[in-house]
């Protein structure tokens, strides 16, 4: 059974930094596409930040741009999200989620129909 357990959340002002990680376990020894998600009640799940399979390449929202990063580590089983310069916009539940077949080509895109495994979120918080 495929689980994702997200960590890493919490409060801090405005400017601060977090860093999420992600843990994927009872996934196939290949390694997944991944990516982050945030949301808040009301509104749409939207993605954060993608890795592809070896973790060469990366894709970011708009927004997060040059404040995010996005990694992932050699055995595969964890991908973090390193949050500098963050903002109140950043406050929201995020989520990492993984593709449903590892040995399928995958892009490490921010659609939400590109992943079938999903964790349970940690709260994020920014204060102005």
């Known amino acids: 059974q495929v689980r994702l357990v997200e960590s890493g959340g919490g409060s801090v002002p405005a400017g601060g930094s977090l860093s999420l990680a992600c843990e994927i376990s009872?996934?196939?020894?290949?390694?997944?596409?991944v990516a982050w998600f945030r949301q808040n009640a009301g509104q749409e799940r939207e993605g954060v930040a993608g890795?592809?399979?070896?973790?060469?390449?990366?894709t970011y929202a708009d927004s997060v741009k040059g404040r995010f990063t996005i990694t992932r580590d050699n055995a595969g089983n964890r991908v973090y999200l390193q949050m500098d310069s963050l903002k109140p916009d950043d406050t929201a539940m995020y989520y990492c989620?993984?593709?449903?077949?590892?040995?399928?080509?995958?892009?490490?895109?921010?659609?939400?129909?590109?992943?079938?495994?999903w964790g349970q979120g940690t709260q994020v918080t920014v204060s102005s």
């Open positions: 989620a993984v593709v449903r077949y590892s040995g399928l080509w995958c892009g490490g895109g921010l659609s939400r129909a590109e992943y079938y495994y």
């Open positions: 009872g996934y196939t020894r290949t390694r997944g596409c």
């Open positions: 890795i592809d399979k070896s973790g060469d390449r990366a």
